[in-house]
């Protein structure tokens, strides 16, 4: 069974700061696509970066980025130079190729001005 | 823009009163989704569908329906709707084709049981 597990149920940054959003996850595949979505509040919930297990290389996208440990199943999104429109519920998710996704509990990001 | 569009964004019904949410999308996606999210959550998988094949959740309520007409319109049919069906509904779709894994999602409709 694939799971994601997102250990921060809530974080809070300092506006032009940078935060750490933890994710772990647990498979025997060796092919999969990782995810983070992020929720704005009563809005949309879009993709923020992809990262494809195959890759060893981190995705970047902008200011977010990615560390992903492909041994230890963990992957962590760096967000630098938080922005008030930052704030939101920060979602990672897990796919296996042809399958469902996988969702975390998600983390709740609090940008302070 | 190609996008993914849900009708209405807001749907108030009556317990036991059917309901229908709809989705539709532009970007010619082989796969679409249904999700429930409730307040503070994880979306959860309702059904989705590969074109036309239809995958229904083991855990889905029987009381969850869906319809898919044509590659842009899928619908999602509540027969007697519950207190505990409030939700958010979410539609999603995917391309379908390798390597574009990711889901595009609609801005969700948020039914309220009365």
């Known amino acids: 069974a694939q799971t994601v597990t997102q250990s921060q149920p809530e974080m809070s940054v300092q506006e032009a700061e940078t935060v750490t959003l933890s994710c772990t996850y647990d498979?025997?595949?060796?092919?999969?696509?990782l995810f983070w979505y992020k929720q704005p509040p009563s809005r949309q919930m879009i993709l923020v970066i992809r990262q494809e297990a195959y890759k060893q290389q981190n995705a970047t996208e902008n200011r977010f980025s990615v560390n992903f440990q492909k041994a230890a199943k963990s992957f962590s999104l760096k967000i630098s130079d938080s922005q008030l429109g930052d704030t939101a519920m920060y979602f990672c998710?897990?796919?296996?190729?042809?399958?469902?996704?996988?969702f975390g509990t998600g983390t709740s990001l609090t940008v302070i001005p | 823009d190609a996008m993914v569009i849900q009708n209405p964004r807001y749907q108030v019904t009556q317990f036991g009163k059917p309901v229908t949410l709809s989705c539709s999308q532009t970007l010619n996606h082989n796969v679409m989704y249904w999700y429930q999210q409730k307040s503070s959550q994880a979306p959860k998988l309702l059904f989705h569908y590969y074109d036309k094949d239809f995958n229904n959740e083991a855990d889905t309520p029987d009381n969850f329906q869906s319809r898919r007409p044509n590659t842009s319109f899928c619908f999602l049919d509540i027969r007697s709707p519950g207190l505990g069906d409030a939700a958010m509904y979410l539609c999603?779709?995917?391309?379908?084709?390798?390597?574009?894994?990711?889901?595009?999602f609609g801005p969700g409709t948020r039914l309220t049981v009365t």
């Open positions: 998710a897990f796919m296996v190729p042809g399958n469902q996704f996988y």
């Open positions: 498979t025997s595949e060796s092919n999969y696509y």
């Open positions: 999603a779709t995917r391309s379908g084709l390798a390597g574009r894994e990711e889901q595009y």
